[in-house]
């Protein structure tokens, strides 16, 4: 009874998006351009800029994979940039962009508030805006699609909550703090928190999501507070940085992990026991309904099924808000491995699974 409830309460959470998480392949690296080309639509051929920050981060050259694909098959073109975690190259990038005379502009940005006079320069040459994952402030952009970046930090304080019961002191080691999802998963964390006897009492953020940062970060916060009983990461990245510190100070296993993106080596860690949870977002899922969205903005079409909006510093903008899910051992196979986004060989590789009772 166990796997179909939570295999419904996956099955209710891809029909409120109503579209499937797909594959998106796996590249080690990315070229700092590409261009996909599309067959043409009906009163023209669709063209879309698609702007990264960076692919320091595993997930982005999966996002980026499905959105071209997804994008192809509706008949579009997408004319992906890499801007290696440089604002200002990626300021100089979107200029190129708009300049190719695209429809819509799509865009992870590598700082929130740096790109806003950009962001206009698009909207006034006629373009449609989408903020992508990260909300660009003060730009009206069109559509922000991206999960409720809140409940990853309210899952994430959860999680510590239950798995450290008799509480104690818990550091959190953070992103980039030019990234506002920082800020809304740092919202959510606390929040929940509030009231609880768990007491933070370090805090660190890595400049640019560098995962490697928080090997100094957690090296300081040990000597100072060894007895910590949780560790909030920003990320799985930098999950995989904090449980390598941890092993060699003899304590994964007996300090609380947490991340979010369900990483391949985040679920390994979890069923190994090294980390608790993570808060899982199908990148997949979030690329496809991103790309259809620029695909019906391109054409003027309304956009449907949009769930909420939200306030960019200046304006209230729509927002299609994807929902995280809680990843741990318990729930592992219902949502990481029947779903597919991770095989069973690749998840227990390094464990022998535990195998169900008749």
């Not at 219902?334 to 390094?350: K, Q, R």
Request: hydrophobic share 40%.
């Amino acid at each position: 009874m166990k796997m179909k409830r939570w295999k419904g309460v996956f099955a209710a959470f891809l029909c409120i998006c109503l579209l499937l998480a797909g594959c998106g392949r796996r590249e080690e690296e990315a070229p700092a351009s590409q261009e996909a080309e599309g067959s043409s639509v009906e009163g023209g051929e669709v063209k879309i800029g698609l702007s990264f920050d960076s692919f320091v981060i595993e997930r982005w050259i999966r996002d980026r994979d499905v959105f071209v694909d997804t994008a192809k098959k509706l008949g579009a073109s997408v004319n992906v940039q890499n801007a290696n975690g440089n604002v200002e190259e990626q300021i100089s990038q979107i200029e190129y962009l708009i300049g190719r005379d695209i429809d819509v502009l799509v865009v992870v940005a590598a700082d929130c508030e740096a790109l806003t006079e950009v962001m206009e320069e698009a909207k006034a040459a006629g373009i449609k805006t989408l903020s992508y994952d990260r909300l660009i402030l003060n730009a009206g952009t069109d559509l922000y699609v991206s999960f409720d970046n809140k409940a990853v930090g309210t899952l994430m304080a959860k999680a510590l909550k239950n798995a450290i019961p008799d509480g104690g002191d818990i550091f959190m080691i953070q992103g980039a703090e030019e990234d506002n999802n920082v800020k809304l998963v740092r919202e959510g964390f606390e929040e929940e928190l509030e009231g609880s006897n768990l007491n933070v009492v370090y805090q660190a953020n890595c400049a640019g999501w560098l995962a490697e940062q928080a090997v100094e970060y957690l090296d300081e916060a040990l000597q100072e507070f060894p007895d910590v009983k949780g560790i909030m990461c920003g990320n799985d990245d930098i999950a995989s940085q904090v449980v390598r510190v941890l092993a060699e100070h003899r304590l994964a296993g007996k300090v609380q992990v947490v991340g979010q993106d369900g990483d391949l080596a985040a679920c390994q860690r979890i069923v190994e026991g090294t980390q608790t949870m993570t808060a899982f977002k199908s990148v997949e899922l979030q690329a496809k309904v991103a790309a259809r969205y620029a695909v019906n903005m391109a054409k003027g079409e309304e956009l449907e099924r949009i769930n909420s909006s939200i306030n960019d510093g200046s304006e209230e903008i729509p927002f299609c808000k994807l929902q995280p899910i809680a990843v741990t051992s318990k729930n592992m196979d219902e949502i990481i491995i029947d779903a597919g986004f991770h095989s069973e060989e690749d998840v227990y590789l390094n464990v022998m699974k535990e195998q169900e009772e008749p």
